[in-house]
């Protein structure tokens, strides 16, 4: 699991095709569980970005496959970094840049199978294994399903469908602007392991990353490392809400300041991906699965053809 490059989301959302996802009022700041007690934070640190194409179609497909969960680390104090097992452990999961993964599993006490669309953090240079990066909620069906299960013993289903397949690498962008939050990081993170492990790409990526607190960013230490490593071409700020500590991060929510400071500007040829929360979409740039763009970004400038809503 440590070397693999690596994420979503955890995030209940609506899908298309035939799915539905249900939205929970789980995603709420206070929501998420603690660090159990005499557990510790392993930060998730992959290692430099990978560039790794598919190079076929992905392992999973319409059809459900039972996957066992083989590790769990904790990443946060509220997120877990899964690790599952694939059933050939020499291929790799094939995800193209950027997609989601379909997860299914009937967690004690539901009626029903529970659907949850995730983002993997890992790259296919992992054969025979796939990461999630997974934030726990109180109320979360799948997420408490999954901390439930015992590495070696539990299993849950996985599917891949056409519509899970987002905008796909390369973005032909030469600035691209990133705001995201909680695990709405993992689709980023797929992003830049083509954008900054591709030697000849020159393309220039500032995020944006809210989180409550500093304890509760995930994928921190491998941010960070990223941005020190790739300093012309990758910036990231985080914004926090609830944050004791004056010297973590900036103060607040993402708003139009820190857009015009750290965003491609409306007109010179970028695009920003968002990826987050409900909350976070319908004052940024509107409902997800609305394509037309409206909130902050509208009221700057943007048209829909520079927001992409993941």
Known sequence: MGTCGSKDDGIDTPQQGGERISIKDSTTAGNTVSLPAGATITPFVPGPPLAVRASSACVFGKEAIKCKLIAKTYASVDTRLFTFELPDPEKALNLPTCASILAQAKPSGS????????????????????????????????????????????????????????????????????????????????????????????????????????????????????????????????????????????????????VEKHMPKPGEGGIIFVCGPPAMYETICGPRHNKVVSGLLKDMGYSDEEVYKF
């Open 111 to 258: 009626k029903h199978m529970v659907t949850r669309a995730f983002s993997p953090v890992s790259t296919n240079a992992c054969l025979g294994t796939f990461d999630l990066l997974v934030k726990v909620y109180k109320g979360g069906l799948m997420s408490q399903h999954m901390d439930s299960l015992v590495p070696g013993e539990g299993e849950v289903y996985f599917k891949h469908l056409p519509y899970n397949v987002k905008i796909q690498y390369p973005f032909g962008k030469k600035k691209i602007g990133m705001i995201c939050g909680g695990t709405g990081v993992a689709p980023m993170i797929q992003a830049l392991n083509m954008l900054l492990g591709t030697t000849d790409d020159e393309t220039v990526v500032s995020m944006l990353y809210g989180s409550r607190t500093a304890d509760s960013i995930l994928g921190k230490e491998c941010l960070e490392q990223w941005a020190g490593d790739h300093s012309s071409r990758f910036s990231v700020t985080h914004v926090l809400s609830r944050e004791p500590n004056p010297n973590e991060g900036v103060r607040g929510h993402i708003g139009r300041e820190l």
